[in-house]
């Protein structure tokens, strides 16, 4: 009986361990994930602070766009100055931040709206509507993600909109 004791003492010992070591891993894991979210900035992009009364407008607005899409080419120039509002709200945006990820989804239905206007299609919209969706309950006060991993998520889709805006542009040259 004292033999079984004595294992079992030990192996609680060794498992407290093993889940000390684990706990420290995951520690120094989530600080490189949080200092990695801070380095994916886009270059070139000033920041400014994100203006919540301004970004509400800029909801209803594309939102108007998603309810009447035979209008967004009309609106290029518009949904332009929604993306490159947005990108600089991002840039100012502390990582993860509500603030970060309503400039992330502004940008980035402004970019399916610019998609849509090129190449019409429901995914473009559903997309722009979710979007707008996240943008709108963030500007609400909806939870939004405050893990490390959530703002390398903003991060790289901002980065990739900003990727998706220049073949836009492209597009959009070779269009006219």
Partial sequence: MRVFGALFIAILLAMAAVLYLQREDTEASLRAVSSVAADLREDGVSGRALDPEMAARMVDSLQELVDHPEEIPKHVDDLKTVATTAAAWAAAAPSPSTDLRIAVSLRAAAGDL?????????MSLASARRNLQAA???????PVGTAPTDAVRDRLE???RSQQE???????????
Avoid: F, I
């Fill in 114 to 122: 610019r998609s849509h206007g090129t190449q019409p299609s429901e």
């Fill in 136 to 142: 709108r309950g963030a500007l609400a006060g909806d």
């Fill in 158 to 160: 901002n980065l990739q």
């Fill in 166 to 176: 220049r073949y836009q542009d492209v597009e959009e040259e070779l269009n006219r």
